[in-house]
C-alpha cells in the first residue's frame, strides 16, 4: 500500500479529550477514530492489527476444539430476566423495546445449546465467538482498555462433570498463554486469581499485562509467579505457599471462570436430570490491542511486535528515486506486506510518522544509499542503522 | 469435520413461528437459530458461509481500491440531528442516553472523512466496512432478508466533481456483479433503477434477484434486461426505450446510490469552496446468504453453489466402516473441505441430513461401494450416481 493512498493522517500534537497513552498513539499514528467516549471507529491500519489479534486468537481457539459462531448484539429482555442481570448498570436498553444490547452471551449461549446439546455424547463442546459487545460504562477514559463498544472473543464450554470442565479449563489456560505470547506479551503477562465478578460466586482466573496504564493492581508471588489480584490478596501464596510479593500495575486482558451450574440451572440445562457444567473465557481483541500499545512504545511512537504489526517493512522515499518503486515491487513479490511512503514530504516528516507508526522494520532509499548501490535497513526500537545491498535485500530481511 | 463433534442439529419439521422459506430451511439444517423477531444467531455452518460470502465481497472492494474500516455500532444524537435522520422509525435509540444504534453510516463516515481528507490531492477515495447494523423494522417477518439485526458491507466513496463519481459508480456496478457471479446469483439478478428513498431525491440503482420470495415487483426490459422497480415504472425503458417489460417478483440484494452533496452540505465537507460529492453503495451480507437459500433449493433442501458453500464434500459413512476414515483423511490431505458424516444413525436420515444441508458433492463409502473398491459419488441437486475407484477419487473430484 502506498501510503500517498492510504486513508489516514497523522497528527503531531495528542488529540485533545485524551488522557490515555493507548488512544492518544493510535489516534496520533491514524490507527483509531474517536466517535465518543469509549467508542472508536477502526481506520486501514487499526483494523489490519485487529484482524491479526483475531486470526490469532481463532487458530488458538480451534486448535482446543472451538467451534466459531456469531451470537447477535440484541437479544430479548427475557432471557436476561431468567438470570437476574437485566437490571444491572451495564446493560444498554433500548428505549420503548424490550431488547438490550448484550454486554456478555451467558444468557444467549445457554439455552442455544440446550437445543442442540441432547445427550450425553454431545459433550463436551466449546463454542465461541468473536464479536462486538456493548457495556454502559461510566469510566470510558482509558482509550481501547475500557470502552463502551468493543471486540471480544468470547468462548463458552459445556461439560457433564467438574473433571471434564477442570481438564478443559487448563487446555484454555495454555491457550491463552499462546496468545499472549503470539502477541508479543510473553515477558509482561501472570496468569492469576481473581474474583468471580458478576459471573460465579467462587474466584476466577485472569491474565494480567504489566504496564503503569493498568488500573489493577496485582501481587506476583516471587517462588511461583502467581499473580494475586488486590481484591484476594492473601498473605500466604495459595498455590506453593511463598509469602514474598511484588506489586505491580497491570491491566487485565482476559479472565476464565469455572461457572458451575449457574447458567444451567436458570436455564434449566440438564442431562439425566444433572445440570450441565459450564465455563466461559473472555479476551478483549481491541483491549488487546490497547493494551501492546501500552507495553509497546516510546517517546516517538508505536513499537508493534512482528506478528501483529500492520505492514512488515515501513519503506521511505528520499527525494523521488526512481528505484524505490522497483525495491517497492521487489519486497511485495517477495511475499512481504509493504507500506511505501512515496508522499511528497520532507524526509523528517516521514522519519517521524515511521517512527509513530512502528512497524517493526524501516528501509529507506535515497541518492546517497544508491550510490552504494544500497539501501538503509533500521528496525523500530534499535538505534542501529544498516547499509544493505541492493542485491541482498530480501536475504538479510528473511533473517531480520 | 465430523458431523459427531458439529455444534448444530437438523430438524425434520419445520420450525415454528417462521413463515419464510429461507429461514426455515436454514433453521431446519442447523445454519442459524432464532432468537428473536428478525434476530438471528450464526451457527459453524452459517457462520462458515457467512464468512466465504463476505471473503468474495472483500475480495471486490479491495480491486476497486476500496479501503476497510470498521466502524461504530453506537453513535451520538449530535451526528444524526445534522442530517435530519434522528427522529426517523428506523433508529434504535438507547434509554436514557443520546446515542443511537446505526442503521447506516453517512452520519459517521462523512465527518471522519472530512478529517482525514484535506486537499484535492487526497481524492478519491473509497472507504467500506463489514459491519453489524441494526434498524427497528416492524415487518421482520422474511428471515434474513429483512432482519433486526444484519450484516452489512457498506461502501463510501469522495470525489472532487461529479464524473468522478459516474466513473466510479460505474466500477461498483461492475463489482457488484462479479459478488453476484461469484455467488452463483448471475442469472437471477439484474440491474435497475428504484427511488433514492432516504438517501438521496434522485433516482437509485438496484440489484434485483429474481425469486418468489422477494417483496419487489421489477419489469425487465425485454431488450436491454434493464429493471424498473415498480415504484419507478414507466411506459418506456429510459435506458433502450423499449416497451415490452416481463413483470418478476424480486429480492433487492444491493443498492448503490449518487448521494451527491447531501451528507457533504450537512457535515461543510469542503475543498476549495466546493462540496464534495458522494456516492454509497450497500450489499447485505446476511441478507445474500438468504436470498441464495431462497433461490436455490428443492423439496429435500438447500443446494449450495460451490463458491460459498459450508463446505466442498459431505462424506457418508454407512455402518462403520474403516475406510471411511481413511477417505476423510485423503481428501482432507488433498485440500478439501470435507464435512465427515461418521454418526451412529440409519442411512436413510445421513441422506437426509445431505440433501437438507446442501452441500455440492455426496460421498458414500458402503460395504457394497468397498466391494467394487469404490465411493459412490453424487452431486446435490443431480440424480446421477457415480461409482468411482478409490484410486481415482481425487482426480475425479478435481474435475467435478
Excluded at 55 to 68: H, L, S
Excluded at 123 to 138: D, H, M, S, V, W
Excluded at 177 to 203: I, M, P, Q, S
Aim: hydrophobic share 35%; proline share 3%; glycine share 8%.
Amino acid at each position: 500500500m502506498k501510503v500517498s493512498k492510504l486513508f489516514f493522517k497523522t497528527l503531531r500534537q495528542d488529540p485533545s479529550g485524551e488522557a490515555s497513552l493507548n488512544a492518544k498513539l493510535l489516534i496520533r499514528a491514524g490507527f483509531v477514530d474517536k466517535l465518543g467516549a469509549g467508542i472508536y471507529s477502526y481506520l486501514p491500519l487499526g483494523l489490519k492489527v485487529i484482524q491479526k489479534i483475531q486470526n490469532i486468537v481463532r487458530e488458538e481457539m480451534n486448535k482446543i476444539d472451538g467451534q466459531e459462531v456469531l451470537m447477535p448484539g440484541l437479544s430479548p429482555k427475557e432471557n436476561w430476566e431468567k438470570t437476574g442481570r437485566w437490571e444491572v448498570p451495564e446493560m444498554y436498553k433500548i428505549l420503548g423495546e424490550d431488547y438490550g444490547l448484550n454486554w456478555s452471551h451467558e444468557e444467549i449461549i445457554t439455552p442455544l445449546a440446550k437445543k442442540f446439546l441432547n445427550s450425553e455424547k454431545d459433550f463436551p463442546k466449546c463454542i465461541y465467538q468473536i464479536q462486538t459487545k456493548y457495556r454502559n460504562e461510566p469510566r470510558a477514559k482509558s482509550g481501547l482498555l475500557r470502552g463502551r463498544e468493543f471486540i471480544m472473543k468470547d468462548l463458552y464450554s459445556f461439560h457433564l462433570n467438574q473433571e471434564d470442565l477442570d481438564n478443559y479449563y487448563e487446555k484454555v489456560k495454555e491457550a491463552y498463554l499462546k496468545v499472549y505470547e503470539r502477541c508479543g506479551l510473553k515477558d509482561y503477562t501472570y496468569f492469576g486469581l481473581a474474583t468471580g465478578g458478576a459471573f460465579t460466586k467462587g474466584y476466577s482466573h485472569e491474565f494480567q499485562t504489566i504496564t503503569d496504564a493498568g488500573e489493577d493492581i496485582i501481587y506476583i508471588c516471587e517462588k511461583c509467579k502467581l499473580a494475586l489480584n488486590k481484591e484476594v490478596k492473601q498473605d500466604k501464596c495459595p498455590d506453593c505457599g511463598g509469602d514474598i510479593f511484588e506489586e505491580k500495575k497491570s491491566i487485565e486482558v482476559g479472565n476464565i471462570f469455572k461457572l458451575g451450574s449457574k447458567y444451567s440451572e436458570a436455564f434449566d440445562f440438564k442431562i439425566n436430570d444433572k445440570n450441565i457444567i459450564m465455563g466461559c473465557y473472555g479476551l478483549g481483541i481491541s483491549r488487546l490491542l490497547g493494551s501492546i500499545v501500552e507495553v509497546f512504545n516510546d517517546e516517538k511512537g508505536i513499537i508493534f511486535p512482528k506478528e501483529i504489526a500492520p505492514y512488515d517493512i515501513y519503506l521511505i522515499d528520499i527525494k523521488n528515486q526512481k528505484e524505490s518503486e522497483q525495491v517497492y515491487e521487489a519486497l511485495k513479490y517477495k511475499g512481504f506486506d509493504v507500506l511505501f511512503d512515496d508522499r511528497d514530504k520532507a524526509p523528517g516528516e516521514k522519519f517521524s510518522d515511521a517512527d509513530l507508526i512502528g512497524i517493526p522494520i524501516r528501509i529507506v532509499v535515497s541518492e546517497k544509499t544508491l550510490k552504494e548501490d544500497s539501501v538503509e535497513v533500521k528496525k523500530r526500537g534499535e538505534d542501529k542503522v544498516e547499509l544493505v545491498k541492493l542485491k541482498d535485500i530480501t536475504k538479510f530481511l528473511e533473517n531480520c
